[in-house]
């Protein structure tokens, strides 16, 4: 008898008969003497369509509203996927954030999760009921607004939970059956990695290799929960995000990932005076905003440009932001680009290996594709380049370190 | 300065250009000095298509599941109106049935107001924040729990709130205009009414006048809140549900209702034995099926055929419960049919004037309309026909009364 937590993505309840296939999945392992607790995100297209019309009403609409409206999502599948696991008999009951409860900080639209008070669904899941949690959804402090814990936030709510409810496994069942060495709709060629360890996944998904939100690969390895990522439409086994020692051959290089979710900002000309790093970025931090990539090329003249990349969503609040504070600061201009992409090459092998990022600089270079931007981590090497190269240099890469399977 | 409670409907939040044709409206109450709490229905549509799901997936699902599903409708418009207030500068804030908190009984898919703690709102409002208030929801007394009051509940939401924040008015914007001598789009002759007295318009909203809910016009009554009810899309006066005495001259008919949500049950040869009708109607009323008109034929050999209707959306429910009551009850055949409507006569004059009824029966009988069941009360007459001729005989019976304007 295990304790697991079965988390279902949106395309594996875009419909009914999606989550019938989930009620039916959660069945056979609660059939099996299994102690289940089910996650759901919101059906395929749900939320995107409740962000827009929050968008569309105010470009700067109150995040504690957004969060109103977009928790919606998994409200449905949470209570169409209990009637659908009631159909087959099985006991089942949701949980909405704030009902488990679910306590996040106050960061409305990307919120963190403090704790999750587990007693009551342990108490019933010993009994034999199958809670399903709602995913990505909080309830802040003052326990009487509804947070959410940004995009693909079911990730982590799967994973907080399992580490809450002490679960032996966090199956992630999604729309592709594994971790491949990149998206293989821009490489058919890529290849199903059998395993990861959790800093590469980290780095994989932080660029935006979407099978794994960040923040839930991180607290997997800060809570040490073993991470299954699994095709919820087919059975066949998946891949497993596992300590680094369990990984016996660390290649140099395990995936290329990219990400289009980027905007990159240039404060043209900002006085080269000590603290300005701080001032520009003090209020960005403070508004919620994340500051990726920095780039400072120092003028002759004392002044600097400043580039830096923010997350495209957050675009329109950071230029407000900066533009509000341009006396202050003393910049001339500030540009914006939001058609930018980043890619990136990621392996635990790296440690020990140098010549990773050369082999990039001139694979890029020979397509012809310009750098903009370049950044590095112990595991990682990544660059901005203009949006439209995206598969260029994905597959140009992919071939480069020799990961094209044969 | 008044205190206003405004309501607007489906079809009035239907998208982003209406809510904030909404937004405006009450932005034009709040610079005009008064406190205004709004309430907002699902946008229309929403709500039908998270009945079906339910549905679908289980024709007798779970109550408080479906109370899960279907209250996202309204989650989902007070965010978007909270934004829109916000984005045209009025201070605003939503807040679901739990947050508020509006207390129910636990009749999941059906609650009742109990009570709502309206303090905060209250404080809020004076403070010139616009409280946006999810119509249709609450939260049962172990207060884990979403209910909801069932179709058309946004009105008693509404009315409740009124009442609970001591408001000096309800408007309740709808798309149509005001109260009609019978639905325009069956009779374009129907005539609006100025005012309406609480009985007449409960009478006429409980055979199906869906202009306002029925259980929102008893409160309405009870708590003596003066309800307006007029048009979101058009600036003219609508009409004013009004306490009896307020009217002058009393029409002996005010209006023709008819209603298409009704079943018709047959228990055919039911043993005539003291004690049957509660061991019938008994496990409807412990379900929550609420049964309306009943009939009983004492046949000559001690069986009796017993009809009655019930709400067609209770139909399997009420079926399921009496067929496997089956031998207890000790009927031959139960007979289902879903194609009958309700219509009736209504008129606080009828009290002082005879005749109403022979006039109803009669132009029904000159239009070879069949009468299959006949109820009535002190101001009202009602008759059940195949729902088939609905139109021919509501049009007949306006005419009959000399209701078509000139």
Not at 102 to 128: C, F, P, S, Y
Not at 163 to 187: E, N
Not at 338 to 352: C, F, L, N, Y
């Amino acid at each position: 008898m295990s304790r697991i937590v079965m988390k279902f993505g949106g395309t594996s309840v875009a419909d009914l008969d999606r989550i019938r296939n989930v009620a039916a999945r959660v069945k056979r392992e609660v059939d099996a003497g299994h102690q289940v607790a089910v996650v759901v995100s919101a059906m395929s297209g749900a939320t995107n369509q409740l962000v827009k019309w929050c968008q569309d009403l105010s470009p700067l609409h109150d995040a504690r509203e957004y969060d109103t409206v977009v928790a919606t999502g998994e409200q449905v599948t949470i209570g169409l996927t209990a009637i659908a696991l009631q159909a087959i008999g099985v006991e089942a009951r949701s949980w909405q954030g704030w009902q488990v409860p679910i306590i996040t900080d106050n960061a409305h639209g990307k919120a963190r999760v403090d704790r999750i008070e587990g007693d009551e669904l342990i108490r019933r899941m010993e009994q034999g009921q199958v809670p399903v949690v709602a995913g990505f959804q909080g309830l802040e402090p003052t326990r009487n607004r509804v947070t959410t814990l940004g995009r693909g936030g079911s990730d982590l709510s799967a994973v907080a939970l399992a580490a809450a409810l002490k679960a032996d496994r966090c199956d992630i069942y999604t729309d592709v059956d594994g971790i491949y060495t990149t998206d293989p709709r821009i490489v058919p060629r890529a290849k199903k990695l059998e395993r990861i360890s959790y800093e590469e996944m980290l780095e994989l998904a932080s660029v935006g290799a979407k099978v794994l939100q960040t923040r839930s690969v991180e607290l997997a390895m800060k809570a040490r929960v073993r991470v299954q990522v699994l095709s919820s439409f087919e059975d066949k086994p998946g891949s497993l995000v596992v300590d680094e020692d369990e990984i016996m051959e660390k290649p140099i290089v395990s995936g290329i990932a990219y990400s289009r979710d980027e905007a990159k900002v240039t404060l043209r000309r900002v006085p080269d005076r000590p603290g300005v790093a701080a001032r520009v970025f003090g209020p960005l931090s403070a508004a919620n905003v994340n500051v990726d990539m920095i780039v400072q090329n120092i003028g002759a003249d004392g002044g600097t440009d400043m580039t830096f990349t923010v997350g495209r969503s957050d675009l329109p609040r950071c230029t407000d932001i900066l533009e509000k504070a341009k006396a202050e600061l003393g910049f001339e201009a500030l540009i914006a680009d939001p058609d930018v992409a980043k890619i990136s090459v990621v392996g635990i092998g790296m440690r020990t290996h140098a010549g990773v990022a050369s082999t990039m600089f001139k694979t890029l270079a020979d397509k012809g594709i310009n750098i903009q931007v370049i950044s590095t981590s112990e595991i990682k090497v990544s660059v901005l380049v203009a949006a439209d190269y995206t598969e260029l240099a994905v597959r140009a890469l992919h071939t480069a370190y020799g990961l094209d399977a044969a």
